[in-house]
């Protein structure tokens, strides 16, 4: 695996609560890793700490073949009475960004019909993609993705993961995404981490996976039992 991203032996603690323990992992080139876990795994605490908003923490983590990295963390906040296009605008002068960059995006997401009316007349799984297309804006070579399809309806859903999987493809963007929807989880990514008290304690390649392999919803529960 070519890795652009590596953890090592990375530990948090909060007061007496361990909310990391010696978690390693590393992200490849172009690869959709989905990190997996019950609430209060550790999952956006990870999450927080690669993309710089955590500094609290010990261990390492090597982004030394990193460029950028755009992140979608909690539910993205818009202007609701400006446009779509308005909104990335906004966001692409704060990072020195131009026009065709956010056309491109807009057409990326499936937003261009959409980008002249106003946010606050967007659907959920509308404004998820916007957030993408807000953390693609400085073209990172890492998305960090926290529950981009979190309260979609299927058709959401279902939009939002093509979008992922064709950034992926076509940029080469290596992507790390939570989700509870595991089935969702299997269909897009390349890679799964399963995190459990703030430990990992499994890595599954999906794409060698055959139909006689359980699910990963079933690796999960079970190991959930354990």
Not at 52 to 79: A, H, K, Q, W
Not at 184 to 204: F, H, N, P, T, Y
């Amino acid at each position: 695996m070519n890795s652009v991203l590596r953890v090592n032996n990375v530990s948090k603690k909060a007061k007496d609560f361990q909310i990391l323990n010696k978690v390693s992992f590393e992200l490849g080139s172009g690869e959709i890793t989905g990190l997996i876990g019950p609430n209060g795994a550790g999952k956006t605490s990870i999450m927080k700490i690669l993309v710089g908003l955590t500094r609290n923490y010990t261990g390492e983590v090597d982004l030394s073949g990193v460029r950028d990295i755009g992140c979608m963390i909690e539910t993205p906040n818009f202007y609701p009475y400006n446009t779509g296009y308005q909104n990335l605008m906004y966001f692409a002068g704060l990072n020195g960004v131009g026009k065709k960059k956010v056309k491109e995006l807009l057409e990326l997401l499936g937003l261009t019909d959409a980008a002249n009316k106003n946010v606050r007349t967007y659907s959920l799984g509308m404004r998820q993609r916007l957030g993408i297309a807000q953390a693609l804006l400085k073209d990172p070579d890492v998305l960090v993705l926290d529950e981009p399809t979190n309260g979609l309806d299927p058709e959401g859903i279902h939009e939002v993961r093509e979008y992922i999987r064709s950034i992926a493809d076509e940029k080469k963007i290596t992507v790390l995404i939570s989700s509870h929807l595991l089935s969702e989880l299997e269909k897009m990514c390349d890679r799964a981490i399963i995190i459990k008290k703030g430990e990992i304690i499994q890595s599954m390649d999906l794409t060698e996976r055959s139909e006689a392999s359980e699910t990963l919803e079933d690796t999960f529960l079970k190991l959930m039992k354990d």
